[in-house]
């Protein structure tokens, strides 16, 4: 079966735009978790889902970072007016559940590049 | 808070030979999951090797092997008989066990070269 897939695979956007990167986890897994990889503070967690709910949002570096998940599958992550330092890589991860986190499947990350 | 750390940031080994890996970590709980992850140039993380913290044996998967010292917090990785197609970032990390808990929490990688 397919893996979890990413949209873009990359990304280039101006100082003070928006952008959606999107995660499309394997089939029948109800448990989502996004990262981010960076130079500066390596990989990070940023939210995870369970179903449609966020337990956990502990993660987002700002309010300018948002994510949702509709319908148990597909996540967007939002970032609102973009920064430099927002540059990174941002992975998607899914599991078959939240009690199967230590079975977590990447993606293949969008590299958002921030001019 | 759980804090994992690799103090390598580069490694190099000669095909065929063989290389370990180093990462500590540090958690109060006793229910826990290590792992190593490989990510090549192409970005997709790839499990390399899982250990559970109960298991008091160490994890072996081919030519990667685990030396789980959970008394010291120690996990490191040894491969064996390096292939070129071994160089990439390694990232150790660690979750939680039960349901608790989704978030991994990796180390700051180790780059290793392979040279033939």
């Known amino acids: 079966g397919a893996g979890v897939s990413q949209s873009p695979s990359n990304k280039v956007t101006e100082k003070g735009k928006d952008v959606e990167l999107r995660c499309d986890p394997i089939?029948?897994?109800?448990?989502l978790y996004w990262y981010r990889q960076s130079l500066g503070q390596g990989l990070e967690f940023l939210i995870y889902?369970?179903?449609?709910?966020?337990?956990?949002k502990s993660g987002l570096p700002s309010d300018r970072f948002s994510a949702e998940r509709t319908g148990g599958s597909v996540s967007t992550l939002t970032i609102q007016r973009t920064q430099q330092e927002d540059s990174a890589v941002y992975l998607c991860?899914?599991?078959?559940?939240?009690?199967?986190?230590?079975?977590?499947?990447f993606g293949p990350g969008t590299r958002l590049t921030v001019t | 808070a759980q804090t994992v750390t690799q103090s390598q940031p580069e490694m190099s080994v000669q095909e065929a030979e063989t290389v370990t890996l180093s990462c500590t970590y540090d958690t109060s709980e006793s229910d826990y999951y290590l792992f190593w992850y490989k990510q090549p140039p192409s970005r997709q993380m790839i499990l390399v090797i899982r250990?559970?913290?109960?298991?008091?044996q160490n994890a072996t998967e081919n030519r990667f092997s685990v030396n789980f010292q959970k008394a010291a917090k120690s996990f490191s990785l040894k491969i064996s008989d390096s292939q070129l197609g071994d160089a990439a970032m390694y990232f150790c990390a660690y979750i939680e066990g039960g349901t608790s808990y989704g978030k991994l929490t990796f180390g700051q990688g180790t780059i290793l070269t392979v040279h033939p």
């Open positions: 991860a899914s599991s078959l559940d939240r009690g199967r986190a230590y079975e977590q499947y």
């Open positions: 089939s029948g897994h109800t448990a």
């Open positions: 250990q559970e913290a109960y298991k008091q």
């Open positions: 889902f369970q179903g449609n709910s966020a337990p956990d």
